[in-house]
């Protein structure tokens, strides 16, 4: 069976700009939950934000990876699961190719990829487990789109907001957002006056409060 439910935009482009300056670290000061732990970027500069748009593959047949594209929209981000195969590259050159035309934010894969001198080439920010010379193959046994999948453990639901950078991906909603948002975004801006006690000649450990457990 093949599904291909709408297309879901949780998060205008203004909501995006709110929140692309956030850091996944900095939301790990706050919370465990919704972080994409064992997928890592395939290419140098992997920071984006975008809508979540969902792909379900079985193991060997990508033909959802390839339909995806052609609801897509500018600035997404193309989700795959692959149902726990972690042998095989569902993303290789033209896949990323393709993605580049599309101009989405990122993909994430909990999987393998191929190609990775054209990927690395090509610039669309992939993230996956790691690089595989096998590959999946458009058989048409069955596939899913813009329904929920799991990602290395988190559930990812069409629309969500996905924040990745070199350190890793943070997945969120409207819930977590509301209640991490604005903390994070002030922790960062608490920095900058961090780094000038710090170059004025304070400690880190006094800074933070860790000097207290010494004393």
Same mark, same amino acid.
């Given at each position: ?23 996944? @670290?900095?939301? !790990?000061?706050?919370? +465990? ?36 594209? +052609? ?25 990323? $190719? ?5 101009? #989405?934010? !990122? ?24 690089? @595989? ?19 290395? !453990?988190?559930?990812?639901?069409? !629309?969500?907001?996905? #924040? ?43 800074? @933070?409060?860790?000097?207290? $457990?010494?004393?």
């Amino acid at each position: 069976m093949f599904i291909l439910n709408q297309r879901i935009e949780n998060y205008t482009q203004n909501d995006i700009e709110q929140y692309r300056q956030i850091c996944p @670290s900095t939301i !790990g000061h706050m919370t +465990d939950f919704g972080f994409i732990k064992n997928l890592r970027p395939q290419i140098d500069n992997c920071q984006f934000i975008g809508n979540a748009v969902t792909v379900r593959i079985p193991h060997m047949d990508s033909s959802a990876v390839h339909k995806v594209f +052609d609801i897509v929209k500018e600035g997404d981000v193309v989700c795959i699961d692959m149902s726990g195969d972690i042998d095989r590259a569902c993303w290789g050159e033209m896949v990323s $190719y393709m993605a580049r035309e599309k101009k #989405i934010a !990122g993909a994430i894969i909990d999987g393998c990829v191929t190609d990775i001198k054209a990927l690395r080439e090509i610039g669309v920010p992939v993230f996956a487990r790691r690089v @595989s010379p096998l590959t999946t193959r458009i058989l048409g046994i069955e596939g899913a789109i813009n329904t929920a999948v799991n990602l290395d !453990g988190v559930t990812v639901f069409p !629309g969500d907001l996905v #924040i990745a950078d070199n350190d890793g991906i943070f997945v969120a909603n409207e819930q977590t957002l509301n209640e991490y948002a604005k903390r994070a975004l002030h922790a960062q801006h608490s920095e900058i006056a961090m780094k000038q006690r710090i170059d004025a000649g304070e400690t880190l450990a006094a800074i @933070s409060g860790a000097a207290k $457990y010494f004393e």
